[in-house]
């Protein structure tokens, strides 16, 4: 059978009656009666005729209901969802630790580091958001809300994380692009400061398992300005940039005033155990060793920091930050001594 | 136009329960229907009660519906004249014993429904035979356009389909069914 064939079979046979054809209108009247029966219609099975009123009013239905509907659906939505997320998110910035918003504050930020596209932009937004954590901690400390000792733990702990995710992100890049790591170290550098002056700040008003805390988190932000140094000094070793040696310079000098001070303070406290020996009248063998032991150390840095500074005056970074490391430590021992005699004059031991 | 004077009338029958918008809905898509429950069923008569059944259905959905649910009503009758069709066979099966399987009509009925014509020789009859094996869409296809002699637009917008695949359907519907023949 052709296509055509088959065409001309179907059109003869369509109006057969064994396939619904030649019924007549009498069927179909037949057929509606039946069911306007069952369906209790008075109606007759005839065209309706509708005025300009019925299409007006399904034009309005189809505007308000299909039309406008599901646009005036879409804009309640989304200005229920933007607006309220945008007026939750600004309302959470100044949120702290314990806070019904403060979950709503780290969600935000985990979505930026999330979203960052590179390491070098991870560092900075965890430097950033670890000084977040010690400005939650000062808000804390400097008001009077529930449960001061738990926020402040938080906080603290929190700002150590930030801390070591700095700190992971700086040696990463250290490897894979050094040339990015001497940029980021730059600013990890110059925030370390206001960190550490920050943690101080707050020090004083910390419980003692806190004061714990904040001692580690300074060791860990002064770890991490060290880290930040070297990656610094092995940028201006392989460049030579203005930029990385303004940077060395200063942290140079800074670190070089920091132990000065200490050096200073140390010999001070020195005299202040000398003279209330004295005036105790205590002759004590075991005391006079101790003080000249510590008065040795503390003196001996002048040479080293005339000796550091020499170096760093002829280019060598990286020699003249280990040698203020080196004294770093020394004034660490003498400071240990100086405590000890403290302890032990003030208490009789 | 067509679809939006259907949608109208649909609009008539959910907000006003017009009876007039029904009757012209049943003027208007009657004769298709009927032809395909007719190549379907075994008689006039099983037609007749399913073609009541479908629009007794119709008239209960649109009622009920929501606006938008459902905007074409040939769609909507087609589809609801396929469960009518599922019911009627499973009926029909679930009857048959032994006994009843030596009855005359039941026979008859079998017969049809395997795809075997009762009375071989009349053209209309290998016509309705070779309709019934086709799966519902050609079936329903072939007479919407060569029994009702719609244009693909139209056939377009019963079947909700492009007009593309609606030709594609059909050439496919006329393939299978030259087969058969």
Same mark, same amino acid.
């Given at each position: 059978?052709?296509? =055509? ?69 879409? %804009? ?45 932009? =991870? ?9 977040? &954590? ?22 603290? *702990? ?6 070591? @995710? ?27 400061? /206001? ?6 700040? @707050?020090?004083?008003?910390?419980? *003692? ?5 904040? #001692? ?5 932000? $002064? ?41 200073? +303070? @140390? ?9 209330? +020996?004295? /005036? ?11 003080? $000249? ?20 005056? #002829? ?6 930050? *280990? ?21 032990? !004059?003030?208490?009789?031991? | ?8 009338? !649909? ?64 769609? %909507? ?7 009518? !069709?599922? *019911? ?28 075997? /014509? ?6 209309? &009859?290998?016509?309705?035979?070779? %309709?019934?094996? !086709? ?8 007479? +919407? =356009? ?11 917008? =019963?079947?909700?389909?492009? #007009? ?18």
């Amino acid at each position: 059978v052709t296509n =055509r064939e088959l065409i001309a079979l179907l059109t003869k046979c369509k109006d057969a009656p064994e396939l619904g054809g030649s019924v007549g209108f009498g069927h179909t009247e037949k057929a509606w009666a039946r069911l306007a029966g069952e369906l209790g219609f008075e109606a007759k099975l005839e065209r309706p005729r509708y005025s300009f009123k019925d299409y007006l009013d399904f034009f309005t239905h189809q505007l308000s209901h299909v039309w406008m509907r599901p646009v005036s659906v879409g %804009l309640s939505v989304f200005a229920l969802i933007f607006g309220g997320w945008v007026a939750t998110v600004n309302a959470s910035f100044d949120a702290v630790p314990g806070d019904v918003l403060y979950p709503v504050k780290l969600a935000t930020e985990r979505m930026q580091i999330t979203l960052a596209t590179s390491g070098q932009q =991870r560092a900075r937004l965890h430097t950033e958001f670890a000084g977040r &954590r010690l400005d939650e901690l000062n808000a804390i400390t400097s008001s009077d809300v529930a449960g001061k000792d738990v926020r402040v733990k938080a906080a603290v *702990d929190a700002f150590r994380e930030e801390i070591a @995710s700095v700190n992971a992100e700086l040696m990463e890049i250290q490897t894979n692009d050094p040339g990015a790591a001497a940029a980021l170290a730059v600013i990890v550098e110059s925030k370390t400061d /206001a960190f550490q002056a920050a943690i101080n700040q @707050s020090e004083p008003s910390l419980s *003692d398992e806190n004061k714990e805390g904040a #001692a580690a988190a300074l060791n860990e932000v $002064a770890e991490t300005n060290s880290q930040a140094i070297n990656a610094i000094v092995t940028s201006h070793e392989a460049t030579q940039s203005q930029e990385t040696e303004e940077t060395l310079q200063k942290n140079f000098q800074d670190t070089l005033k920091e132990l000065q001070t200490r050096i200073a +303070l @140390s010999l001070g406290r020195l005299t202040v155990i000398e003279n209330a +020996l004295k /005036a105790k009248e205590i002759d004590d063998r075991s005391f006079a060793e101790r003080i $000249a032991e510590a008065r040795l150390a503390v003196n001996s840095h002048e040479a080293e920091v005339e000796k550091a500074m020499d170096v760093l005056a #002829a280019g060598g970074y990286r020699k003249a930050f *280990d040698l203020l490391a080196e004294i770093e430590v020394q004034v660490a021992h003498s400071e240990e001594i100086i405590t000890e005699l403290e302890i032990k !004059l003030t208490t009789g031991l | 136009v067509h679809s939006e004077k259907e949608k109208f009338l !649909l609009f008539r029958i959910r907000t006003y329960q017009d009876q007039k918008a029904f009757a012209e809905l049943f003027l208007e898509h009657k004769k298709a229907l009927y032809a395909f429950l007719c190549s379907r069923m075994p008689s006039r008569e099983d037609a007749d009660d399913a073609l009541n059944t479908v629009f007794l259905r119709a008239w209960n959905f649109i009622r009920t519906s929501h606006s938008n649910e459902k905007d074409h009503f040939s769609g %909507l009758i087609f589809h609801i004249a396929r469960y009518v !069709l599922k *019911d009627y066979w499973k009926a029909k099966r679930s009857d048959v014993s032994l006994t009843e399987m030596q009855e005359a009509g039941q026979v008859v009925a079998d017969q049809a429904q395997s795809g075997k /014509a009762v009375e071989a020789g009349t053209e209309v &009859r290998l016509v309705k035979e070779a %309709l019934s094996r !086709l799966p519902e869409e050609y079936q329903e296809v072939i007479i +919407l =356009r060569h029994f009702e002699q719609l244009d693909y637009d139209e056939i377009a917008k =019963r079947m909700e389909k492009s #007009a593309a695949a609606v030709r594609m359907t059909l050439h496919r519907a006329l393939k299978e069914l030259r087969k058969h023949l």
